[in-house]
């Protein structure tokens, strides 16, 4: 999709022309389930906030100023909605996660021989509170401070939850790493 193409389409979403977004949608939606799918558990809840971001997007877009990447700006929603998500999720009853990872080494060949999906899998299982501030921290460059911001939490909860998130995803390639190499 060329810029003017999409200049058109953004034109014509500001007016609710429902084969526009249709077309935004469809042409955004891989990366958009990319960016979610760091943030969920499961391919069912990045889609759903996939789709509760495009509605952001669809109500929003009088706010998308043309000298910005609509990419970017789609960005910053999608990661906003996945922010929003875990805080509705977060008032849910949970369960303690009484088992603490113990320290592993993992060796710099094991990452290698994962796939970009099989990292992916990995995140999803941390935890949830582990996995969005990765994500924001690993992945999206925020800061521990803005984290802080975001999420209501302390600082200092941002760096542990990182550091337990870090832990956690070091024994995870460890136990892959051990299963590869028993099955070889």
Known sequence: MTENELHQLVLACRKMDAPSQKKIYRHFYNYGMTVCSRYASTTEEAREILNDGFVKVFTKIDKY??????????????????IDHYRKKKSEPKTIDLIHAQYVETSASAIEMLSAKDLLKMVQRLPPSYRIVFSLHAVEGFTHV????????????SK?????ARVKLKAMLHSSNEKRNYYG
């Open 146 to 157: 803005e984290i802080a911001k975001k999420l209501g939490i302390s600082e200092g909860t």
């Open 65 to 82: 100023s043309a000298n910005r990447s609509f990419k970017a700006w789609i960005n910053k929603i999608l990661v906003n909605t996945s």
């Open 160 to 164: 542990s939850n990182l550091a337990k």
